[in-house]
């Protein structure tokens, strides 16, 4: 295959390199040595990968150029590389969880998610950083290492958490998207401070078989990638049916792409009531409200909400759910003294010891309740707009390991609604903002609509890291 001359191929919109790859004009090995040579020189920094498959991807790579020349190509995907988070099971590969006590696992099994991409003809570079057991929204890790947000290559910043490594790869030109988890914001804060796109999907959507689990009641894995129709065309890949997770089970398969670029003129999309717009800063709200006028004028109705509850409310409870089930999974290293553990996440887990079976049920009977008034608040509206975090990226020192940056993305999970993420403008010192597209169940194909239409028309996330 011809090599493309004079292109950064690690800068490539993953739907860019689709074509390419089809038409024959871009070489899987050529790409492939591309994102590792990058990954080799950049890495020792950023710090996003656990284990790199430097090996197993160029073995990878030649097949699928062999197949492509043949005429055997998979699908439009084939021969494209991705990272995936370490919760995502590959058999006989290292599954650490982010923790120090599992340094040496190795999976057993492969995950459904990821049979699913590897049957694609996707090509695996490795696995990326979370936060231990994925129990943290600000990506610090203080066992295993924090990775480096690259907008901020002389001082270490919030990359965002718990799928860090991802949000830092696809930002940095590490991978050209990546696989992530959110239960609380693991996807969408990531997304935000490393100036990327995620989608959180809704319970079902995706298999969680082999993924290892924080609260099997909100854990939702989701695509982390450049561009909206990226997130879709990889949202496409990972949903369906899985006969290991029953949640998967009785649910249609959904297509975004034929209503992604229809636009937003009739659509009413809401604002958030005023009493959130004090928890987010100066930077935030400028360009939440920007991002507001600029759907405006392609011709979607702005319109005001009344909620049921206030984010902060909603937040403690699914911090409920969470610590109660973490406490279950993992109870016995937490209670440990001995076990190297993050000493930031053991408090936030060791918090499920004290939560009944009474106040933990109590958590999942508002959770139906709350979905019922939430549903009905936002009759005949498409989506909830937000923004996605608080602040831009913080400084590693500045942040207070015992608050929570969730405040924007916690309720999405407690109501089990699905939620986008995408670049929406920078504040003075160049770090990325970030708006949150939040849409009922299952209804992740008018999330990504109206994403791809305020991409279309702006272009802040075609910015890159220095």
């Known amino acids: 295959m011809p090599a493309m001359a004079q292109q950064d191929l690690t800068q490539l ?19 492939t040595e591309a994102y590792l040579a990058r990954i080799h020189a950049q890495d020792p920094k950023l710090h996003a990968y656990v284990e790199v498959y430097a090996d197993e991807a160029r073995l990878a790579a030649r097949g699928a150029e062999a197949a492509i020349r043949s005429g055997h190509a998979i699908g439009p995907l084939h021969g494209i590389p991705i990272a995936l988070k370490d919760l995502v099971e590959l058999e006989g590969k290292m599954v650490t969880g982010g923790s120090e006590v599992w340094k040496t696992r190795r999976a057993t099994r492969t995950a459904t998610l990821a049979q699913k991409l590897i049957a694609q003809g996707m090509i695996v570079l490795g696995k990326t950083h979370t936060v231990e057991f994925a129990m943290g929204g600000w990506g610090t890790n203080s066992l295993r290492g924090t990775p480096w947000n690259p907008w901020d290559m002389a001082r270490a910043r919030t990359p965002g958490g718990s799928s ?14 990546a696989v992530g988890t959110d239960t609380g914001g693991s996807v969408r804060m990531p997304a935000s401070w490393c100036g990327i796109t995620g989608l959180k999907t809704t319970i079902g959507r995706v298999s969680t078989h082999g993924v290892l689990p924080l609260s099997p009641t909100l854990d939702t894995p989701g695509p982390m990638a450049r561009s909206v129709e990226d997130a879709a065309l990889l949202y496409m890949a990972m949903q369906g049916p899985d006969r290991q997770d029953p949640l998967t089970l009785g649910l249609p398969f959904t297509d975004p792409m034929p209503t992604l670029k229809r636009g937003v003129r009739g659509m009413r999309l809401a604002r958030m009531p005023e009493v959130e717009r004090q928890f987010a800063s ?16 392609l ?17 403690a409870f699914n911090l409920r ?3 109660a089930e973490s406490y279950a999974l993992y109870h016995e290293l937490i209670d440990d003294e001995s076990a190297p553990l993050d000493p930031h996440v ?11 079976a009474q106040s933990y049920i109590e958590a999942l009977q ?6 019922r008034k939430f549903e009905s608040a936002l009759e005949g509206i498409d989506a909830l707009l937000t923004p996605t975090t608080m602040t831009t990226a913080l400084p590693l020192e500045e942040v207070d390991q015992t608050k929570a940056p969730a405040h924007f993305t ?6 089990d609604l699905c939620g986008l993420a995408l670049p929406n403008g920078s504040a003075p010192d160049g770090l990325p903002t970030s708006l949150q597209v939040v849409c009922r169940a299952y209804d992740e194909a008018t999330a990504l609509r109206i994403g791809w239409a305020y991409q279309d028309a702006t272009d802040w996330h075609l910015r890159r890291p220095r």
């Open 13 to 31: 919109p993953a739907h860019q390199l689709s074509q390419q790859l089809m038409s024959c004009r871009l070489s899987p090995v050529e790409l």
């Open 164 to 177: 860090s490594g991802s949000a830092v790869a696809v930002a940095a030109g590490l991978a050209p998207w």
């Open 282 to 297: 100066a930077d935030v709200l400028a360009a939440y409200d920007r991002s507001l006028q600029d759907l405006e004028r």
């Open 299 to 315: 011709g979607a109705e702005i319109v005001p909400v009344d909620l049921p509850f206030l984010f902060a409310d909603v937040a």
């Open 321 to 323: 759910i969470m610590a």
């Open 346 to 356: 053991r408090p936030r887990i060791a918090a499920g010891r004290n939560i009944s």
């Open 366 to 371: 508002v959770r139906q309740e709350m979905k």
């Open 410 to 415: 916690r309720f999405g999970n407690f109501l």
